[in-house]
């Protein structure tokens, strides 16, 4: 199959939706990054079309996977034989409740539902939290330089102890930073900006993924000039 | 300012030209540059390859399509790697726009390895509810996934019979994307359940995690694409990550250059401006 064949049918065996799929898909990426050149109509177009479509696919999503079967199923199963779950019914209500805030006399009922969500995740997320971010991470800063593994492994460890002490520090606006606090401070805002730097690099690398990515579909789906 | 010559009037396209043609040339021409692997893959890796055929480990597929480049490569040399140790996998997603990725990613797996579903893996799919979810599966799996992706109830799956709780799963694989992610499997799973957790995620996401390799509480981490790329090295099976990993090496360096050449013209020009102000006033 010669390559402009196989740039306008795919490659031997796939289906029809899947070109046209490839072929819209990479149409809408190319009107997306020119952009890149200047604002245009092509962008805009683009831009439209994900902000409409994305809104209709989340609402599906979210209907199919969740109002229907949690919800509308549960209490009306019909003949599949499934208990009703009529204590579903609850949730329903808090759900109608949410949307009472577009009507100003019943907005406050909307409150019951966010008090709910509100508790209940606080409730959930508190124990869980305060455990894993908090309890955990103090034991591992005081116990690491402990562990051994060797003198290099030692001052790294040791290094890393002394950048939360220093780090908290800077935090701490109670004292002045002059003197020793001054230099714990200092020494702080170098741990801080190691930390930026780290983020960043992994942000520019997370977004020159998702421009590989990009550039795998156009140069391998659409154009086949790469395996 | 070197005079006829200003840093912010060079047109910012053109770096978009040579970011583009850094990223194409090694995909078309890869070059093959080594992939170093870094303690927190191996460790992952190591664990995995520990267990003993038949174990049942947990896969999570929390993302969407938009981290499919960095994730999707993730979930693919994970269930290489269990299906290629005759491991058994649990999938569960706690985002409703996973399933269909992580199907993806089984079929031509399955085909591959010969698997076959309900008793060699499982995909129960979607669940609504984040850390109650997780809390959930603490208690009950098959209570809080009573149905599979494809609607069967979770009693008719032979493979289910030998899952009651996270207690029976030996490890669990979170690939997230973010909220509900790893962040919430280890304050609710391994906190309160000591599950063996290990995470791939995105590269922004990966550095609020690494605390957590240290301290214990995750037994490995794969951070963006270099960590999948990792991953994909350790298992025999170089796939998109490794290919992409010439791209981003070589975006990287060009980065790195921008920003030194950056600093020089700034520092350069700087100075310029300061010994013209001197003349002038002299």
């Known amino acids: 199959m010669s390559w402009l064949q196989e740039f306008f049918t795919g490659a031997p065996g796939t289906t029809t939706a899947v070109v046209w799929g490839t072929w819209v898909g990479a149409l809408l990426t190319l009107c997306i990054y020119s952009f890149l050149y200047k604002d245009n109509p092509f962008y805009k177009f683009a831009e439209s079309l994900f902000v409409g479509i994305g809104a209709a696919y989340w609402l599906a999503i979210l209907y199919h996977n969740t109002l229907k079967p949690k919800l509308f199923v549960a209490l009306f199963p019909g003949d599949s034989g499934e208990p009703v779950l009529w204590y579903r019914v609850f949730p329903g209500i808090l759900a109608i409740f949410m949307l009472l805030r577009f009507f100003p006399k019943l907005s406050w009922l909307s409150r019951w539902a966010l008090a709910f969500i509100v508790g209940m995740y606080a409730a959930v997320n508190l124990t869980g939290f305060a455990q894993a971010d908090f309890v955990e991470q103090i034991y591992a800063t005081m116990t690491t330089p402990l562990t051994g593994g060797g003198v290099l492994s030692f001052i790294l460890n040791l290094s890393a102890v002394v950048g939360v002490v220093a780090v908290l520090l800077y935090f701490f606006f109670s004292k002045e930073h002059k003197g020793a606090m001054g230099v714990a401070a200092k020494i702080g805002i170098l741990y801080l900006m190691v930390a930026f730097g780290a983020s960043f690099g992994y942000t520019v690398m997370g977004r020159v993924s998702l421009l590989i990515g990009r550039m795998t579909f156009l140069l391998r789906d659409w154009l086949h000039v790469i395996d | 300012m070197a005079r006829g010559f200003n840093i ?275």
């Open chain 2, 8 to 282: 912010r009037s060079i047109d910012r396209r053109i770096i978009f030209v040579l970011i583009f043609v850094a990223v194409a040339i090694p995909l078309i021409k890869p070059m093959g540059l080594p992939i170093g692997v870094s303690p927190p893959v191996q460790s992952l890796y190591d664990a995995v390859d520990a267990l003993p055929p038949g174990t049942i480990v947990m896969l999570g597929g929390d993302y969407s399509p938009d981290s499919m480049p960095e994730l999707q490569p993730m979930t693919i040399a994970f269930l290489r790697h269990a299906f290629k140790k005759d491991l058994r996998v649990v999938i569960t997603c706690l985002w409703p726009a996973s399933p269909p990725l992580i199907e993806a990613a089984l079929t031509p797996l399955v085909e591959e390895f010969g698997k076959e579903y309900g008793v060699d893996y499982v995909n129960l799919g979607y669940m609504t509810g984040g850390p109650v979810t997780i809390l959930g599966m603490g208690n009950s799996i098959t209570g809080t996934f009573p149905r599979d992706y494809y609607g069967t109830p979770v009693g008719e799956i032979p493979l289910m019979d030998e899952v009651s709780n996270l207690s029976d799963v030996a490890l669990v694989m979170e690939v997230s994307a973010g909220t509900p992610g790893t962040r919430e499997w280890v304050q609710q799973a391994v906190s309160r359940f000591d599950v063996r957790l290990g995470s791939g995620t995105t590269a922004v996401g990966a550095p609020n995690f690494y605390p957590y390799v240290s301290s214990g509480q995750l037994i490995g981490l794969l951070g963006g694409l270099k960590g999948a790329a990792e991953y994909e090295t350790l298992v025999g099976a170089p796939a998109d990550a490794t290919k992409g990993m010439d791209a981003q090496s070589i975006v990287h360096a060009l980065i790195v250059f921008f920003i030194l050449f950056g600093n020089v013209v700034y520092f350069v020009s700087k100075r310029s401006a300061a010994v013209a102000d001197g003349r002038s006033r002299s």
